[in-house]
């Protein structure tokens, strides 16, 4: 299901990347870190590589830009052995980000994300163009962000920025570590659909080490789950692997709870969403709030000149301004298409108020998704598992 | 605060996300700072207008008014600033590439002989290491200049060596991971990131020599330690504390100068 829908949007700007019995031992141990690894992650797909700590899926990681030399083995992308290059040449084609953002404190966001176009030489124009560019697309607005520093930013913020300026040079292999290890829930949450989104839009190849197995299921196509000496225990699609696990060492680290965790499989994009009263920021009060009566309403929802969702607000407070008004569009809790009814449920709970705002690409606003469309899903699927059964 | 999500309507609690971007600006003043910034030369300017009130006033023999002619005070003044200024560029140009050096690769396993051997320096007595050159290479200003130099360097090497390991080595591996060459990420991580240890480095060097200069007199190097020497050979009170007045304000003057370099050096942001 993953690997069809996101084929929806965007064409493939990723490149193939394998693996090719790679290994790496390091002088003085007994055992390999990585013994034998193979593996093919095909262009335009997210892989994530899970396992216990110590298993080598850092490492393997770390190969793949040569930030670790493999003791022996070839790595290739599209097709073209990464040894052919210097090390420094071959990271800059490669972006890389890391857990928490790792930005350098003493430059301001726009010099993080230039770094690597400057490195290549781009003109300043071409940078300055590509630096707004990407913190749109990681949502955050160019002119209040781009010459701020690293201090001035929250954790998500930081690390939205980190993704930028792994995006920067418009890698086709891109390798994420533990990226969103370092933020609160929510934020990792929200985040994650970000990442998602991006990536519907990019189709770029994404190598993401994480040790959180829901996270690996919700972003990756595929899962490739390791075992020490990064020995595969299994590499599959999300589906394939929570419906037949290879062995016990899988089936444990999935966890027991794995009838559950097809929740986190199915996408809010895959329910019907519903469609209450918008408004325009700027638009005149009355004909908005009578829209929003004869629709039987009690809240509007408010779309910025670009359609994305911005405030909503309860139809009281609509009507004490003459024209609908607009916040901050960091400040409204919202949940991408791509998010998990696990997401959804989760969004809906801190928000106290059973429904959520569902948006697209760059944040465009998609509906509105409520509570009961989500447990009647969920009694569907169970119906289902219980017929099949 | 008007209300930008959605609200609980009974009880008004806006339901939002913990990510919130903290409120500081890129550089950070503490009233500490701003004290330290202001202070010291209010105080300077007081204490030398009660000196400069003293000197014209009071009666002084002969001997005294020699030593305390306005000329005479400002040449051994100037000769003392030079000293100090010109042992601490030495220092800085010799202590910082080698601190430097001593974080590189191989180099990094000699670091503790050259900080022990640093050390060594410092611990010995300042009039000793003055004498040892002196009998070496002579008196004179360069003789002194040396002494200092070698008196200065280990404050300097050591926030340098340590400054350097003291950053965060994910900022490092993130520079490599980018692409960055070695001698990209030391000129472009981790020398800014390194600055503010290294230059209190320098105000510890600058104090350090500016005190010590006070001794090149016995070498025949000038510097405010004449007006203290003859007071104390010729057994006059008021030109042992003029003398002992104007090292202490030049030190001041001398710390001040290196706070206002440290604050102008840090990087933005950090």
Same mark, same amino acid.
């Given at each position: 299901?993953?690997q069809?829908?996101?084929?929806?949007?965007?064409?493939?700007?990723?490149? @193939?990347?394998?693996?090719?019995?790679?290994?790496?031992?390091?002088?003085?141990?007994?055992?390999p870190?990585?013994? =034998?690894?193979?593996?093919?992650?095909?262009a335009g797909e997210?892989?994530?590589?899970?396992g216990p =700590?110590?298993?080598g899926?850092?490492?393997?990681?770390?190969?793949?830009?040569?930030?670790?030399?493999?003791? =022996?083995?070839?790595?290739l992308?599209?097709?073209?052995?990464?040894r052919?290059d210097?090390?420094?040449?071959?990271?800059?084609?490669?972006?890389?980000v890391?857990?928490g953002?790792?930005l350098f404190p003493?430059?301001?966001v726009?010099s993080n994300?230039?770094?690597?176009p400057?490195?290549l030489?781009?003109?300043?124009k %071409?940078?300055?163009?590509r630096?707004?560019?990407?913190l749109d697309l990681?949502?955050?607005d160019?002119?209040r *962000?781009?010459?701020?520093y690293?201090?001035?930013?929250?954790?998500?913020?930081?690390?939205?920025?980190?993704?930028?300026?792994g995006?920067?040079?418009?890698?086709p292999?891109?390798?994420?570590?533990?990226?969103?290890?370092?933020?609160?829930?929510?934020?990792?949450q929200r985040?994650?659909?970000?990442?998602i989104?991006?990536?519907?839009?990019?189709?770029?190849?994404?190598?993401?080490?994480?040790?959180?197995?829901?996270?690996?299921i919700?972003?990756?196509?595929?899962?490739?789950?390791?075992?020490?000496?990064?020995?595969?225990?299994? *590499?599959?699609?999300?589906?394939?692997?929570?419906?037949?696990?290879a062995?016990?060492?899988?089936h444990?680290?999935?966890?027991?709870?794995?009838?559950?965790?097809?929740?986190s499989?199915? %996408?809010?994009?895959?329910l019907?969403?519903?469609?209450?009263?918008?408004a325009?920021?700027g638009?005149?009060t009355?004909?908005?709030?009578r829209r929003?009566e004869?629709a039987?309403?009690?809240?509007?929802?408010?779309?910025?000149?670009r359609?994305?969702?911005?405030?909503?607000?309860?139809?009281?407070?609509v009507?004490?301004?003459?024209?609908?008004?607009g916040e901050?569009? @960091?400040?409204?809790v919202?949940?991408?298409?791509?998010?998990?009814?696990?997401?959804?449920l989760?969004t809906?709970?801190?928000?106290?108020? =059973?429904?959520?705002i569902?948006?697209?690409?760059?944040?465009? *606003?998609l509906?509105?998704?409520?509570?009961?469309?989500?447990?009647?899903?969920?009694r569907k699927?169970?119906r289902e598992a219980?017929d099949?059964? | 605060?008007?209300?930008?999500?959605?609200?609980?309507?009974d009880?008004?609690?806006?339901?939002?996300?913990?990510d919130?971007?903290?409120?500081?600006s890129?550089?950070?003043?503490t009233?500490?700072m701003?004290?330290?910034?202001?202070v010291?030369?209010?105080?300077?300017?007081?204490?030398?207008?009660?000196?400069?009130?003293?000197?014209?006033?009071?009666e002084?023999?002969?001997?005294e008014a020699?030593?305390?002619?306005?000329?005479e005070?400002?040449?051994?003044?100037?000769?003392?600033?030079?000293l100090?200024?010109?042992?601490?560029?030495?220092?800085?140009?010799i202590?910082v590439?080698?601190?430097?050096l001593?974080?590189r690769?191989?180099?990094?396993?000699?670091s503790?002989?050259?900080?022990?051997?640093?050390?060594?320096?410092?611990?010995?007595?300042s009039?000793?290491?003055?004498?040892l050159l002196?009998?070496?290479?002579?008196?004179?200003?360069w003789?002194?200049?040396w002494?200092?130099?070698?008196?200065?360097?280990?404050?300097?090497?050591?926030n340098?060596?340590?400054?350097?390991?003291?950053i965060?080595p994910?900022?490092?591996?993130?520079?490599?991971?980018?692409?960055?060459t070695?001698?990209m990420?030391?000129?472009k991580?981790e020398?800014?990131?390194?600055?503010?240890?290294?230059m209190?480095g320098?105000?510890?060097?600058?104090?350090?020599i500016?005190?010590?200069?006070?001794?090149?007199c016995?070498?025949?190097?000038?510097?405010?330690?004449?007006v203290l020497?003859?007071?104390?050979?010729?057994?006059r009170?008021?030109?042992?504390v003029?003398?002992?007045?104007?090292?202490?304000l030049?030190?001041?003057?001398?710390?001040?100068?290196g706070?206002?370099?440290?604050?102008?050096?840090?990087?933005?942001g950090?």
């Open positions: 299901m993953t069809t829908d996101q084929a929806a949007s965007g064409d493939i700007s990723g490149a @193939e990347l394998r693996l090719e019995n790679v290994v790496k031992k390091y002088p003085g141990q007994k055992t870190a990585v013994e =034998s690894l193979s593996l093919t992650i095909p997210i892989v994530a590589f899970v =700590s110590g298993c899926k850092t490492t393997s990681l770390k190969m793949i830009n040569r930030l670790i030399e493999p003791t =022996s083995g070839t790595i992308i599209d097709g073209e052995d990464i052919k210097s090390a420094t040449s071959l990271r800059r084609k490669i972006g890389y890391i857990q953002g790792s003493h430059m301001s726009a994300i230039a770094v690597v400057k490195m030489g781009w003109d300043g %071409r940078i300055t163009k630096v707004d560019e990407l990681v949502g955050l160019p002119d *962000y781009r010459d701020r690293p201090r001035e930013l929250s954790g998500g913020q930081q690390q939205r920025v980190g993704v930028a300026r995006l920067a040079a418009d890698p292999v891109i390798l994420m570590d533990e990226p969103f290890g370092a933020v609160d829930p929510i934020t990792r985040l994650q659909d970000e990442l989104s991006i990536q519907r839009e990019l189709r770029k190849t994404i190598v993401c080490v994480t040790h959180d197995i829901d996270e690996a919700k972003l990756g196509d595929r899962i490739l789950i390791l075992q020490e000496g990064a020995n595969i225990a299994q *590499y599959d699609t999300p589906d394939a692997i929570l419906a037949a696990p062995n016990d060492f899988v444990d680290f999935v966890g027991a709870g794995s009838s559950l965790k097809q929740l499989l199915a %996408r809010v994009r895959s019907e969403l519903i469609h209450p009263t918008t325009k920021i638009e005149d009355g004909p908005a709030v929003a004869q039987g309403d009690d809240t509007i929802v408010v779309l910025d000149d359609d994305r969702p911005v405030a909503w607000p309860w139809l009281r407070q009507r004490s301004h003459g024209k609908v008004q901050p569009r @960091e400040n409204l919202t949940l991408d298409q791509a998010a998990t009814l696990n997401d959804a989760d809906m709970l801190t928000a106290a108020h =059973s429904k959520v569902v948006t697209g690409d760059r944040d465009k *606003y509906g509105v998704l409520d509570f009961e469309t989500v447990t009647e899903h969920m699927t169970e219980q099949h059964a | 605060m008007p209300e930008t999500r959605p609200v609980d309507p009880t008004d609690e806006i339901v939002g996300d913990d919130v971007a903290p409120a500081t890129a550089r950070v003043i009233r500490e701003v004290l330290m910034l202001v010291p030369p209010v105080l300077v300017a007081i204490v030398f207008g009660i000196f400069v009130w003293w000197r014209q006033t009071a002084l023999d002969s001997v020699q030593q305390l002619r306005w000329s005070l400002r040449s051994l003044g100037w000769e003392h600033v030079q100090t200024v010109v042992a601490a560029l030495i220092v800085v140009a202590a590439p080698l601190g430097i001593l974080t690769g191989k180099f990094r396993a000699a503790p002989v050259v900080i022990g051997i640093a050390n060594a320096g410092q611990a010995a007595p009039v000793g290491l003055i004498v002196f009998l070496w290479l002579d008196g004179g200003f003789t002194a200049i002494a200092l130099s070698l008196y200065g360097i280990l404050p300097v090497l050591r340098t060596i340590v400054g350097i390991q003291g965060d994910t900022l490092v591996e993130a520079g490599r991971g980018l692409g960055m070695s001698a990420t030391l000129v991580v020398l800014p990131l390194a600055v503010p240890v290294i209190s320098v105000r510890t060097a600058l104090v350090l500016a005190g010590t200069a006070s001794l090149a016995f070498i025949d190097a000038g510097g405010l330690g004449e020497q003859t007071g104390i050979t010729l057994f009170f008021s030109l042992m003029t003398g002992a007045v104007l090292i202490a030049i030190a001041l003057l001398i710390e001040w100068l706070r206002v370099l440290e604050l102008a050096t840090r990087p933005k950090i």
